[in-house]
């Protein structure tokens, strides 16, 4: 914390002569600052909530639309999408940092941006370790080093702790035509894992995936997961479906909501979700 | 000849929907699974009904258009259903039937459009007018679509494309029932025109010489067409290909007689798509394929290989 004060005491850069923070990002790109970040913009919604959590809200000065946790962001001006974001919007807000989400396209916006002099980081944020390499990645870059530290800390010990046995069988369906669910490549997948449960679709590499109604019905899961909208009914209208009633689970509306604001994307909150989850796992087991 | 392997390759497609699936049921078992009787067969049937309204509809168009790249989507259906769905998905119609629902009456309006515009040239419709009115009415609704999808919240509007491009895994007894309740009467309309369609064939002007009510003609077998199309979407989404080459592929077999074409194309169609379902839902098992990427990975070999045996259409 008193390095980062200090760093923050450069940045504003009255009389010390420049400190060079240098981080490799999800690019493999050197992103060297003289000094921490005092005017950012975040382009992805999961890196506005870790930099808040973070301590540095104040240095935000930009946000895509989507970014609307914490109720602090609020505050921030909207600079639109943050995939094909608006450069002038983002430019604008002269920051001295922009956040982007690290895809292909993304690469060609950062390129972009630093031609015009911003300082621009590519992070990927999909899996649980993401989360916490990039609080102390970005704690560096906007001089919260030690806040940085103890969430990246903090994280790691979820996964350090021993999760209780599997004893219920989920699956996470995320869109019903095509029946589409959560396999291993999902942060989704990370959180049921921890939380004690087992996702019957692991064995899927891919985030997610297309799979047959029949597979469901043949791995047979003791509770479907859902991650309703914000004025989704529960259940949701599909369970009515009569190809749907097939399904064991959906028959006895064994329905799990995930609210997608705590489990929606990695974020620093990560414990919270695991708390959360093993709490409605263990209501499915004693019925 | 030719109807006994169509019809042995017709059970042997249906029969492989039944028994083969990403679920390992043995034989022994096929008569009593609730996997087998709730999700295979309804999903055989449905694929089968799919296909073959889709290949009908496609072989009156290219009848009444007199364009061989003339398909069941050409007319803007497609676009319509897209524009009814996203609709949905934006405004909030919910219910377990509300994308179906939406995608036909999308398709439905589509349609209606077409159908005026076809019309502006005095009482008679224009098939060239009609392909570009189609074209259009198409464009229009993509563009306006695009402009909803890239204004709203993105991940649930994706969904929508998901869902149109989505295949066959809405199937269920119910909307096998409703299909099969509803398609008769546009199949028959079209099974009634096939004689006009054959002078049709010749030209118009001949055509109406030879006794053919050449407009009653050309708007009855665009209303059956569209309104079998639309319901093929209400059920199954957007699945291509089975309506543009199924009626080539019957073409070159059954020659040009509609009498005999549109029977060939029915089944043809419905043995297309029941096998490509089969393999979609199996090859990259408990993962699935979108089935029109199979109907053309399926159909394009089959039909080179038809083009060689019997020369151009």
Redesign the interface.
Known sequence: MLVGLALLACGRGATGRPAALAVTDDAGRRVNLVAPAARVVSLAPSLTELLFALGAGPQVVGRTTWCRYPAAAAAVPDVGDGLSPNLEAVAARRPDLVLLYHSPLNETTAAQLERLGIATVLLRQDRHADVARHARLLGVLTGHPGAGDSIGRVLDSVVAAAAPPARVRVAIVV?D????VIGAGSYLDELVTLAGGANV?H??A?AS???????I??RDPGVIAILP?A?A?MPP??A????W??VRAVRAGRFLVLPAELFGRPSPRAPEAVLELRRLLARETTP | MRWVLLGLAAAGALGAAVVL???AIPLAELGTS??VR???L?RALLAFLVGGALATAGTGLQGLLRNPLADPFLLGLSGGAGLGVVLAIAL?W??????PVAAFAGAMGAMVLVYRLGLVSGGALDPRTMLLAGVAVGAFAAAVTTAIVSLAEAS?LR?AF??LW??L??????TVAVLAVYAPVPLAVLAAAARPLDLLALGEEPARYLGADVERVKRRVYLAASLLTAAAVAVSGVIGFVGLLVPHLARLVWGHRHGALLPAAFVGGGTLLTLADTLA?TVV????L?VGIVTALVGVPVFALLLRRWGAP
Not at chain 1, 177 to 180: G, H, L, N
């Open positions: 869109w035509a095509p029946p589409t679709f064995d899927l891919a995936a297309t799979v047959s109604l029949e597979t019905v043949h909208d004025d009914v209208a599909w009515r479906r009569p190809e009633r097939a | 699936g990403p679920a609730p996997i709730d999700l295979r309804p909030g919910g219910g377990p039937w509300g994308l649930q969904n998901l869902w989505g295949g895994s809405g199937a269920s007894w119910q839902r098992a408990p993962r699935e979108p």
